[in-house]
């Protein structure tokens, strides 16, 4: 059974730093496409970024441009999400997902496996 399981979320004040790792177990992992997403209270998941299987590859919301940096080790089948300069609109529950191939898409409906989430709050 492949599984994505997040971590790192928190609680940071404005202008601090987090890094959300995804941990994919039981499927192959360095030839699919990963995003991460996110869902703030009472708003639909919107795209926050993605990456193909090396990384060559990227794509990131207008909102996170020049902030966040997504990465990933194929060799510990995880990818990444550093997120610097946060402020208190990045406050969501962040999910990373695996795509259904070797791409990536802004779409959600690219991807088939999401992990359960973790929670990020940026105060003030």
């Known amino acids: 059974q492949v599984q994505l399981v997040e971590s790192g979320g928190g609680l940071v004040q404005t202008g601090g730093s987090l890094r959300l790792s995804c941990a994919v177990s039981?499927?192959?992992?360095?030839?699919?496409?990963m995003a991460w997403f996110r869902q703030a209270p009472w708003k639909e998941r919107e795209f926050v970024s993605a990456?193909?299987?090396?990384?060559?590859?990227?794509s990131y919301a207008d909102s996170v441009k020049g902030r966040f940096t997504i990465s990933r080790d194929n060799a510990k089948n995880t990818v990444y999400l550093q997120m610097n300069n946060l402020k208190p609109d990045d406050t969501a529950v962040y999910y990373c997902?695996?795509?259904?191939?070797?791409?990536?898409?802004?779409?959600?409906?690219?991807?088939?496996?999401w992990g359960q989430g973790t929670q990020v709050t940026v105060t003030s």
């Open positions: 990456t193909n299987w090396s990384v060559a590859s990227t």
């Open positions: 039981g499927s192959s992992f360095s030839t699919y496409g």
């Open positions: 997902a695996r795509s259904r191939g070797n791409y990536y898409r802004t779409a959600a409906t690219t991807y088939n496996l």
